[in-house]
């Protein structure tokens, strides 16, 4: 058997599909017009599993990409800026910890240079976030984190 890239990406999907599904079996499902709070993670692991196993379907088929170096500058930032946002959202509020989020996962590319239309770009996609999240959904996530004087 060939390992290429799409093999890998599908095998990634399927399993975490299907690692999130089973952790989302703990919660009520409810129904379409009633969704539980399990309703929309199990859906969503379903459709990430069926992709997987989609992705691993046509790598058996279709001539794919072999599989290059791995760049482990990615592997490592990526999920590092995710545990960050994790750690700050509390800490500083949701525009900034997403503004954090976005530079630093950007940082994983060698083709991303940090400038004002980044940052622009990154604060402008912040305030999106807390208007769509805090303001229009209503979720309880902090615009001002504890560690700012606007919050106290």
Partial sequence: MKVNQDFLLGLFFAVTGIVGGLGALSYPFGSA????????????????????????????????????????????????????FGLLLEKLGLPLAVFLLLLGTALASVKFELSIRAALGAALFSAICAIVFVKLLGLPIPLAGSWLPLAG
């Fill in 33 to 84: 017009s009633r969704m539980g709070p399990g309703f929309f993670p199990i859906i969503i692991a379903a459709l990430l599993t069926l992709t997987g196993f989609a992705i691993l379907f046509r790598s058996r088929l279709a001539g794919a990409l072999p599989l290059e170096a791995v760049m482990w500058r990615s592997v490592m930032i990526v999920p590092l800026a995710i545990l960050i």
